[in-house]
């Protein structure tokens, strides 16, 4: 019973160079969440996806950021010309349809992408 | 925007001491969750409460959820070494029509247990 999985787990990249992170959620959830937190600071919301939907993006800066969830394979938060602000860990959090129906909010999350720019 | 303020920020307890932390907010939430980060992990959830005024146990952790729903709290009872971490609340406020379910999380309170 596999949790959320993410890749890779440590990400370095020059300045100008793009990023992409995956998260495969949990069997059976079809909602999912990625969040930034920078060093000693708590977790804050970036975009929301269903299956081929962005639900909503209000967290995300507008510009070099995009997310995505395909019908198949994991979700992608890509980064374009990262900049040394980018450095952050990104988490994926996901969640079964029926909580949201239910309104109970559980989130569940993955180990996360440690990204480095130099 | 939505802020929740966690106190204390960091904590250094004695091994078997209980342990109380908590969050308030100004905005009301539908639902206040616990989680646990270890360094280099993602947060494990702990504890969920979905109503106001509801008290929820998981082994030595209780949690409660405030009655003007604006404020929860965690303890922690009888605190071994594999406490050490750093537990976040977090807050859920769910905005009708738009469909959106993004948490906002506190900063985090920095457990340390000395044996």
């Known amino acids: 019973n596999a949790g959320v999985m993410q890749n890779p787990r440590h990400l370095v990249r020059r300045r100008g160079q793009e990023a992409r992170l995956r998260c495969s959620p949990m069997k059976g959830h079809s909602h999912v969440y990625w969040y930034r937190q920078l060093p000693e600071e708590g977790l804050k919301f970036m975009v929301y996806l269903q299956k081929e939907n962005i639900i909503d993006e209000s967290g995300m800066p507008k510009e070099r950021f995009s997310a995505e969830f395909p019908k198949e394979g994991p979700s992608i938060l890509r980064i374009q010309q990262v900049v040394r602000g980018d450095s952050a860990a990104y988490f994926c959090?996901?969640?079964?349809?029926?909580?949201?129906?239910?309104?109970?909010?559980?989130?569940?999350f993955g180990p996360g992408t440690r990204l480095t720019v130099l | 925007g939505q802020q929740l303020n966690q106190s204390p920020q960091s904590m250094f307890i004695q091994e078997g001491e209980d342990v109380s932390m908590n969050c308030t907010s100004s905005?009301?939430?539908?639902?206040w969750l616990w989680y646990k980060q270890d360094p280099g992990e993602g947060p494990v959830l702990l504890i969920a409460l979905y109503k106001a005024g509801e008290l929820t146990s998981n082994g030595r952790l209780t949690a409660q959820f405030g009655i003007t729903r604006k404020d929860s709290f965690l303890n922690i009872s009888a605190s071994i070494p594999s406490d050490v971490g750093i537990y976040f609340c977090a807050g859920l406020r769910i905005y009708s029509g738009a469909g959106s379910y993004q948490l906002t999380f506190g900063k985090g309170t920095k457990l340390s247990v000395i044996p």
């Open positions: 959090a996901s969640s079964p349809w029926r909580v949201q129906r239910e309104g109970r909010g559980e989130q569940f």
């Open positions: 905005s009301i939430f539908n639902t």
